[in-house]
Antibody, heavy 131, light 111 residues
């Protein structure tokens, strides 16, 4: 599978930005997807996750972005979104989308509610929050 | 600073073995066998190398192995090759509140 992020750029503090992530080479609609960001100072940080619609389509977020960021998906376009509002300078980072790693027994594979791993990663898109 | 502690750097000559440590607490590494390791080359996204402490995804060479003892997980790269030079990050499930925590990364240099 492959993931390609887009939408990064320069944003003023307090502003908004929407990132996109297009998937290919795998069944996007059944995948659980996450966003992770990376900064030189804080390293890798989990932003949040969205389950497949078949598994409820619910979202979970990390504390630093909860209430400001929203993850959504459009399975008809094989695309994951990250809507970022009320941006702060500390949100400056490279943003990656990932597929969650499914747990596989001998007979079947399924996603776990807790962190199990992140399988496919995109190349990242850079968001800079600065005036 | 990151929740999991890794040495900032490690090195070895081609053909040698190198081990990278990842120290957490009893709330993450020590409590769960859901430790993963990622390899990241400059300008690229991370690549999953190890999951569930010691399992390798298909396509990852068996030169890469993982283990855990108490609150510390380890990644060993045997038979070092030039293409192994990269940054390596560990991660662990940290319970329902934190979900996942990452290490600060270790830059592996092949001498």
């Amino acid at each position: 599978g492959q993931l390609v992020e887009s939408g990064g750029g320069l944003v003023e503090p307090g502003g908004s930005r929407r990132l996109s992530c297009e998937g290919s080479g795998f069944t996007f609609s059944t995948a659980w997807m996450s966003w992770v960001r990376q900064t030189p100072g804080k390293g890798l940080e989990w932003i949040g996750r969205i389950k497949s619609k078949a598994d409820g389509g619910t979202t979970d977020y990390g504390a630093p972005v909860r209430g400001r960021f929203t993850i959504s998906r459009d399975d008809s376009k094989n695309t994951l979104y990250l809507q970022m509002n009320s941006l702060k300078t500390e949100d400056t980072a490279v943003y990656y989308c990932t597929t969650d790693l499914p747990y596989c027994s001998r007979t079947t594979c399924y996603f776990l509610d807790f962190y199990y791993g992140m399988d496919v990663w995109g190349q990242g898109t850079t968001v800079t929050v600065s005036s | 600073q990151s929740a999991l502690t890794q040495p900032p750097s490690a090195s070895g000559s081609p053909g040698q073995s190198v081990t990278i440590s990842c120290t957490g607490t009893s709330s993450d590494v020590g409590s769960y066998n859901y430790v993963s390791w990622y390899q990241q080359h400059p300008g690229k996204g991370p690549k999953l190398m190890i999951f569930e402490v010691s399992k390798r995804p298909s396509g990852v060479p068996d030169r890469f192995s993982g283990s855990k003892s108490g609150n510390t997980a380890s990644l060993t790269v045997s038979g070092l090759q030039a293409e192994d030079e990269a940054n390596y990050y560990c991660s662990s499930y940290a319970g329902s509140n934190d979900y996942v925590v990452f290490g600060g990364g270790t830059k592996l240099t092949v001498l």
